[in-house]
């Protein structure tokens, strides 16, 4: 981990501009199992899904792409922890392991590692690269929490990608269009102290 400077280094993600210790990686982790669980209760039902529209993914995304994928999994992998044991911040205040919405919380943990990997090597500097990393993290949420959609509930493939996939597309374009603006607009500010 490095210490804060006036401009970002190559393989540094956001956090890590600010001064390094124990205690702000700790706390970075559990924001970031926080924030996630917030945005969880922005949730929207969506007819014929059991799978809402929630600000979610959008902040596991960004817990990834900030704190890198180190941090990025434990603050998901606590957010999945807690919920499973509990704590009801899933999405609409839920809890538990049972709920067929479950396999895209793993999605979310895999996900936030692999954007925030990608954050290391830059992916959140530009627009363009911003915007493929936040695809490829959609795409991995989907691809672990639709078939997980369908296990759970015995749908089939097709009823899965058409009540836990399709619905979001536009949604998931409008989160990823607003971290293309996001990342690279807050390097630009902290490369110009």
Request: aromatic share 6%; hydrophobic share 55%; proline share 6%.
């Amino acid at each position: 981990m490095s210490t804060a400077t006036a401009t970002a280094r190559p393989g540094e993600v956001l956090a890590d501009l600010l001064p390094a210790s124990r205690v702000r990686d700790v706390a970075l982790v559990l924001g970031g199992a926080v924030l996630t669980g917030l945005a969880a209760q922005i949730s929207v039902p969506v007819p014929g899904s059991p799978v809402p529209v929630t600000g979610q993914t959008f902040a596991a995304l960004l817990v990834g792409t900030s704190l890198g994928a180190g941090r990025g999994f434990l603050s998901l992998a606590l957010y999945a922890l807690a919920g499973v044991v509990g704590v009801p911040w899933f999405a609409g205040g839920a809890s538990g392991a049972a709920a067929p919405s479950f396999g895209y919380i793993l999605g979310m943990i895999l996900a936030s590692t692999v954007v925030g990997a990608l954050a290391r090597r830059g992916a959140d500097r530009s627009v363009l690269r911003t915007a493929g990393a936040m695809l490829l993290g959609e795409a991995i949420i989907y691809a672990v929490g639709v078939p997980y959609l369908a296990f759970a509930t015995g749908m089939s493939a097709s009823a899965a990608i058409a009540a836990g996939l399709t619905p979001f597309l536009i949604g998931d374009a409008l989160k990823a269009a607003l971290a293309m603006g996001l990342l690279p607009t807050a390097w630009k500010l902290v490369n110009k102290r």
